[in-house]
């Protein structure tokens, strides 16, 4: 079982930056697949980004440029640093973990949500223009 805590959402104004972390409860970083999704209000859960074991990276394409995930493996933590918000990254944020049987699997499935076994609590980002 693993446990995941997020931190970190806030409201800014279009523009701003926020920095989410996720705490796991143990190595997951280094074990897992990890990653972050949102759910706007009324839409859909999407996925917004993912890291491999290996730290190769995926991005939702709105996000691109903008936002960066990141782990730091010594402490157990996932990072999300986002810049240049804008209103339609209004959600909530949602961390996740999850194993894939070989680098293209999660390379082709990474923004699929039954793909992650574990999930914090989340987090609300809220820009406002």
């Known amino acids: 079982q693993v446990h995941l805590v997020e931190s970190g959402g806030g409201s800014v104004q279009a523009g701003g930056s926020l920095r989410l972390s996720c705490a796991a409860s143990d190595s997951s970083n280094s074990r897992y697949y990890m990653g972050w999704f949102r759910q706007p209000p009324g839409k859909m859960r999407e996925g917004v980004a993912a890291i491999a074991s290996d730290g190769r990276t995926q991005y939702l394409y709105s996000v691109k440029g903008r936002f960066t995930i990141s782990k730091d493996n010594a402490k157990n933590t996932l990072y999300l640093q986002m810049n240049t918000l804008k209103p339609d990254d209004t959600a909530m944020y949602y961390c996740?973990?999850?194993?894939?049987?070989?680098?293209?699997?999660?390379?082709?499935?990474?923004?699929?949500?039954?793909?992650?076994?574990?999930w914090g609590q989340g987090t609300q980002v809220t820009v406002s223009s």
């Open positions: 996740v973990a999850g194993m894939f049987p070989n680098y293209l699997q999660f390379y082709s499935t990474w923004a699929v949500a039954t793909r992650y076994t574990y």
